[in-house]
């Protein structure tokens, strides 16, 4: 039985990579956007489509193939990256202008003096404060109460 070369290997090693890429990326899309689960999608097929290669083709030519493969992987992946990281931004966002209408109840004071100097911070940003980030946790409570 002959050895399988190095550059066939990384073929195939490109193709396994890029299958599971595309199975994460059709699984995170289901979470995002109509607009940007059809980038993401378009791109997990995409990917796929350069994954979908003969062993002849990774046979003949494993440099150009892996080159392909990887290049269609990393695209599926900046991409759905990017769509995540904004979902995210926009949930926070109407998490915080949630919070904003809410009234706080009375008990909030007490409750402050718990939380560590993190966390004063987040809820200093989350409603709006500004110059927040030099502060002791006293001139924080004292900010946000």
């Known amino acids: 039985m002959t050895k399988t070369p190095k550059a066939q290997r990384e073929a195939h090693a490109a193709i ?16 995002l956007s109509k607009k940007a689960a059809a ?7 995409e990917a796929r489509e350069a994954a979908d290669v003969s062993k002849k ?8 193939v892996t080159k392909q493969v990887r290049r269609a ?8 990256e990017k769509a995540i990281a904004k979902a995210e931004v926009k949930t926070a966002a109407k998490a915080a202008a949630a919070a904003e209408d809410k ?14 100097v993190v966390q004063l911070r987040t ?4 409603a ?4 927040y980030s030099r502060l002791t946790k006293a001139q924080l409570l004292d900010l946000l109460s």
Do not use: F, W
């Not at 396994?16 to 979470?31: F, N, P």
């Not at 083709?57 to 150009?64: A, C, L, S, T």
């Not at 992987?73 to 759905?80: E, H, I, M, N, P």
């Open 103 to 116: 009234p706080a109840p009375a008990e909030a004071a007490d409750d402050l003096g718990g939380l560590t």
């Open 128 to 131: 709006g404060k500004t110059g």
């Open 39 to 45: 980038q993401i999608r378009d791109l997990v097929d």
């Open 73 to 80: 992987t990393d695209r599926l992946v900046r991409a759905t």
């Open 16 to 31: 396994d990579e890029a299958q599971s890429a595309a199975k994460q990326a059709k699984k995170a899309a289901k979470t």
């Open 123 to 126: 809820r200093a940003r989350a």
């Open 57 to 64: 083709q990774v046979r003949r030519k494993p440099g150009k």
